[in-house]
T-cell receptor, first 115, second 109 residues
Framework: DSGVTQTPKHLITATGQRVTLRCSPR?????VYWYQQSLDQGLQFLIQ???????AKGNILERFSAQQFPDLHSELNLSSLELGDSALYFC??????????????FGPGTRLTVL | GQQVMQIPQYQHVQEGEDFTTYCNSS?????IQWYKQRPGGHPVFLIQ?????EVKKQKRLTFQFGEAKKNSSLHITATQTTDVGTYFC?????????FGAGTTVTVRA
């Protein structure tokens, strides 16, 4: 158990819908990362937040948005869902230090299926 | 933008043999991390390399960071069935961490 929790574990929805994925980081971690993992794409970095502020942006679609709240939990919002958005979405957290070892602890993931 | 390429994509290994997976970045990295993801699981941090030419060992795993800090390798000796999984490298440049596509390892007993 990494200490990172993600809800829900599974989500099945239809094209065009909107969903929200939730992540609670490890106690004390200030950084939260979101990743998308599909069969052929490996781990795609979407976005990183540090202490409530966006720190880095990866290949995140405009239909996707995220935020980190004052209590440091984070939500990833996916809208106008398409079949190709079906994937495993991981959240990871880290202390957020830039100079030292900043290992990421991954949650169990949310499996999204768009029908 | 920063790209991290990882080869091979798949590695089928006879138990007891050695193998190496390689990671190459299009840009100079400040550090590189390696993760392992078991089938059905989530990525788990293995190690971080920071210095040019750095070599670190964890039991049968040897990690190297290139002199130019643009490439890295993971060498596993005497492969065991517990080594099954996907190994990812992740290169950091500024605040962004870019993952390679991973090397998926299967082991023949």
């Amino acid at each position: 158990d990494s200490g990172v929790t993600q809800t829900p574990k599974h989500l099945i929805t239809a094209t065009g819908q909107r969903v929200t994925l939730r992540c609670s980081p490890r106690s004390g971690d200030l950084s939260v990362y979101w990743y998308q993992q599909s069969l052929d794409q490996g781990l795609q970095f979407l976005i990183q937040y540090y202490n409530g502020e966006e720190r880095a942006k990866g290949n995140i679609l405009e239909r996707f948005s995220a935020q980190q709240f004052p209590d440091l939990h984070s939500e990833l919002n996916l809208s106008s869902l398409e079949l190709g958005d079906s994937a495993l979405y991981f959240c990871a957290s880290s202390v957020g230090s830039y100079g030292g070892i900043d290992e990421q602890f991954f949650g169990p993931g949310t499996r999204l299926t768009v029908l | 933008g920063q790209q991290v390429m990882q080869i091979p994509q798949y590695q089928h290994v006879q138990e007891g043999e050695d193998f190496t997976t390689y990671c190459n970045s299009s840009t100079t990295l400040s550090n590189i991390q390696w993760y392992k993801q078991r089938p059905g699981g989530h990525p788990v941090f293995l190690i971080q390399l920071v210095k040019s030419g750095e070599v670190k060992k964890q039991k049968r795993l040897t990690f190297q960071f290139g002199e130019a800090k643009k490439n890295s390798s993971l060498h596993i000796t005497a492969t065991q069935t517990t080594d099954v999984g996907t190994y990812f490298c992740a290169g950091r440049s500024d605040y962004k961490l870019s993952f390679g596509a991973g090397t998926t390892v299967t082991v023949r007993a």
